[in-house]
């Protein structure tokens, strides 16, 4: 079993940026892509960004693209999710996830889940 732990989150203004962080723990992640998905209240869970095994190849969603950039450390199992030029409309919760597939957009692609951390945006 593995455990996916997320940071970084917090309340932040417009414009603003944060960095969240997913510590990966009792397993090795490295062989999977990993990513991140974002809930907010009353809507549906959404694709933000993907990153492959090798960091070589990412994905984004249409929220995120030129805004967003995932990252990740197979040496320190995390991956990280760097937040520029946040909206008001970016407020939700963060959830990282692992997966065997490819960098997917499919939230039932991804095996492993965080419990997700707060992310605030405020006009």
């Known amino acids: 079993q593995g455990q996916l732990v997320e940071s970084g989150g917090g309340l932040v203004q417009a414009g603003g940026s944060l960095r969240l962080s997913c510590a990966a723990s009792g397993r090795t992640f490295a062989r999977y892509t990993k990513g991140w998905f974002r809930q907010a209240p009353g809507k549906e869970r959404e694709f933000v960004a993907a990153v492959s095994r090798n960091g070589i190849s990412s994905n984004y969603g249409d929220s995120a693209k030129g805004r967003f950039t995932i990252s990740r450390d197979n040496a320190k199992n995390t991956v990280y999710l760097q937040m520029n030029s946040l909206k008001p409309e970016d407020t939700a919760v963060y959830y990282c996830?692992?997966?065997?597939?490819?960098?997917?957009?499919?939230?039932?692609?991804?095996?492993?889940w965080g419990q997700g951390t707060q992310v605030t945006v405020s006009s």
């Open positions: 996830v692992a997966g065997s597939s490819y960098v997917n957009v499919v939230d039932a692609d991804y095996s492993y």
